[in-house]
């Protein structure tokens, strides 16, 4: 999908909530305020129609890190993968910016996968799981950046630089990223300021030296505050150097 096409794809899910597999959602908009101050979070309840929470376990175990990934996908295909089995997260934010709540963040569901360090199982009990919605890794043919599932999956071209980042030294094999969006940014430091509070999760983040290493067990699993996909497992690339930490960490303590 071309990145210009992706904000009618996801105002088509806002519309009728029916994901790439033709399963139908129930939207519903809360406001809840971040506890200790006066700001506000607008968060969109996203349940099955058909009441179906197989997808999640119903278990609370107590929350110590967050995780943030990227889907690799768009969002009405990112809802529909979340949505079966038991590989998902509570949270998914919308290029717009908008966050959709598929169950609630005291529950868990597998979303590390295997050879996670401190163990799937484990992690994925106390981890917190965010999933930007975001094509990641792309790669240039000619003139354009396709994404990694087909050659002929165009997603821009090298002059629309306002849909990519070029990294000058390539992340996990790859050069090219797809851009986060500035809505994304704003939701992502409002969600991570709702949640650390909630939880009493401390917005500790890796210095920069380590943000883009994968930890071993004991580091990972005794580490405690805001994390991303690449700090424990080795063959992911969410969220490499494209995604600006800077940004976040300026800005979730204001």
Known sequence: MKATSIANHEQTFQNNGIDSNGKKFVLTSEEVTISGTSEKLTIIDCARENNDKSFYYQEIFNKRKIVLHFTMGYLKGDIATLTKDHVSVPFVIARN???YNLFASKYWSYHLGPGTSGGNTAMSKECIGIEISNIGPLIKIGNNLVTTYSNTDIYCSLDENQFYTKLDTPYRGFEYYANFTESQYQAIIKLLKFLTAKYNITKNILPETQRFNTLSHQEFSTL?????????????????????????IQNINI
Request: aromatic share 8%; hydrophobic share 30%.
């Open 224 to 248: 405690t505050g805001i994390v991303s996909h690449v700090n424990c497992r080795s063959d992911k690339s969410d969220i490499g150097p494209a995604f600006d930490w800077n940004k976040v």
């Open 97 to 99: 910016g908008n966050i």
